[in-house]
């Protein structure tokens, strides 16, 4: 069976763009093989300061991902610092990895150019990512588009071991999700939590219905017909909306008599009720916290096991162990 594996960091509120962008094909993708999941909290730690935040943003993922269908009995979802032997087989990567492949990375790069403090671990942070990719012997790594380097310095990295200490690795095959729509955050950038515009999955409603009637809309009179493309109320409504509503929807925009403020009011109900299931079932992690963590143990257990003969293959390979 085909091992899929992904991570995602916990560093901030989940939000819809991290639902369609990246939990849903993953959790679509359960039934196609075995899917290894996991909560990259060493990777957050390059960017969350907070020790509570830390925790909090871990749980939250781990509940989120059941909240939203992941299965764990048929999943392996684990807590990523479960696992710290993942930092044995970085260091094995590291003195093959050539500088200049690292020093190559974008989301390096950008954090340099955005004059950001740089440090040793967002520098190695490919080369983590490589031993989390490597160390659980993982056949495909689906990820989204800005992830494709990564993915590619990971198979650079695995090639290099392997050229140097024999064929231990396998090279894993990656599977960018070049497909899936960008989500738009309230301002029409890309949702992301570093725009500060984003819908929140879990957070309260109150605040949801306010970003959404926040977002700017032209002066468009009632009477008057509104532009669907490049409109971010349609946008949104298209990812949350069964189709026959969001065609009710931009029938609306177009024919006009309704205004913005009333179209923004339909936006924060059709998005409250797709939430509401999801949200549901988070409530019901929050109050059994003890549930998450027994799940993320013992997926950590098994990801242990997959994760022990290759770490002892590449000892051997390197002369470590006998
Ligand atoms: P953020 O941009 O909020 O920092 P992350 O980079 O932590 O989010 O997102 C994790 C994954 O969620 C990304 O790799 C990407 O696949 C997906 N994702 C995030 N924002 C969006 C978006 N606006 N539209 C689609 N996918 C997204
Ligand atoms: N760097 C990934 C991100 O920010 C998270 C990640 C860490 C990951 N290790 C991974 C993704 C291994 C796939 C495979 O989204």
């Known amino acids: 069976m085909k091992i899929f594996l992904s991570g995602i960091q916990p560093s901030g509120a989940l939000h819809l763009g991290n639902y369609f962008g990246a939990m849903q094909p993953a959790i679509e993708m359960q039934n196609q093989g075995q899917a290894v999941y996991f909560i990259a909290d060493y990777h957050a ?7 509570d935040d830390l925790r909090r943003y871990t749980f939250d993922v781990a509940a989120g991902f059941l909240a939203c269908g992941l299965d764990p009995q048929r999943t392996i979802l684990f807590r990523q610092s479960d696992v710290p032997q993942v930092h044995e087989l970085a260091w094995l990567l590291s003195v093959v990895t050539p ?14 150019a955005q004059g950001a403090e740089t440090t040793h671990g967002l520098f190695a942070y490919p080369v983590l990512m490589a031993a989390d990719i490597l160390l659980y012997n993982s056949d495909c790594v689906p ?12 198979r650079d990295i695995a090639q290099k071991f392997n050229d140097r200490f024999g064929s231990v690795f396998k090279i894993p095959e990656p599977m960018i ?46 009477a008057d017909p509104k532009p669907v493309e490049g409109s971010i109320l349609a946008q949104l409504m298209q990812t949350v909306a069964t189709p026959a509503q969001y065609e009710t929807y931009v029938g609306k925009m177009k024919t006009g008599g309704v205004g913005y403020g009333d179209l923004k009011k339909e ?18 992690f929050k109050e059994r916290p003890d549930e998450v963590e027994a799940i993320l143990r013992d997926g950590a257990i098994r990801a242990r096991t997959l994760a022990a003969p290759v770490l002892e293959a590449a000892r051997k390979a390197t002369g470590l162990s006998r």
């Open 143 to 154: 990820v989204g588009k800005d992830q494709k380097q990564h993915l590619e310095i990971a």
């Open 45 to 51: 730690l390059t960017s969350v300061a907070k020790a």
């Open 267 to 284: 936006l924060a109900a059709v998005t409250k009720e797709f939430l509401a299931p999801f949200k549901k079932k988070f409530q019901t």
């Open 99 to 112: 500088m200049g492949l690292l020093e190559r990375a974008h989301s390096y790069k950008d954090k340099v």
């Open 177 to 222: 999700r070049e497909t899936t729509a960008i989500v738009p955050g309230i301002d029409g950038r890309k949702m992301s939590k570093s725009y500060n515009n984003t819908l929140e999955l879990f957070g309260e409603d109150k605040v949801l219905e306010k970003r959404i009637m926040g977002i700017p809309t032209n002066s468009t009179p009632v």
